[in-house]
């Protein structure tokens, strides 16, 4: 199964940029802005063929921190919703530092099965 690196990146960037502009109330909340895990391209690439063809550390991390990063997606949407702004950047924060991870191990990722 061949995968696109560069457009996942890129749609995981997209996401924490259109996640930004919904907690500034620049725009309103759209779910296709805002990534769903099961529509996206690297949770189905993770369970469609990863875990299944490759045995190293960094997919096993990647699954996990790909998890937390639409969970903390859906957390802060829920936050913004219920009035708690705050709360809603802070978790924003965390998202990010966790979207840095993410893009190094995506990288790393596409050098080893590349």
């Known amino acids: 199964m061949k995968v696109n690196f560069f457009n996942i990146r890129q749609t995981h960037r997209m996401l924490i940029i259109n996640l930004k502009a919904y907690l500034l109330g620049i725009d309103d909340y759209d779910k296709n802005k805002l990534l769903d895990i099961n529509s996206c ?6 369970y469609d063929y990863a875990l299944k063809n490759y045995k190293n550390k960094e997919i096993k991390d990647i699954e996990v ?9 859906n957390k802060i949407v829920q936050l913004k919703k219920n009035g708690q702004v705050f709360a809603a950047n802070n978790k924003y924060n965390e998202l990010s530092h966790l979207n840095n991870e993410l893009m190094e191990l995506l990288k790393k990722i596409e050098k080893i099965i590349i």
């Open 41 to 46: 391209d690297l949770n189905n690439w993770i």
């Open 65 to 73: 921190i790909h998890k937390k990063y639409h969970f903390l997606v």
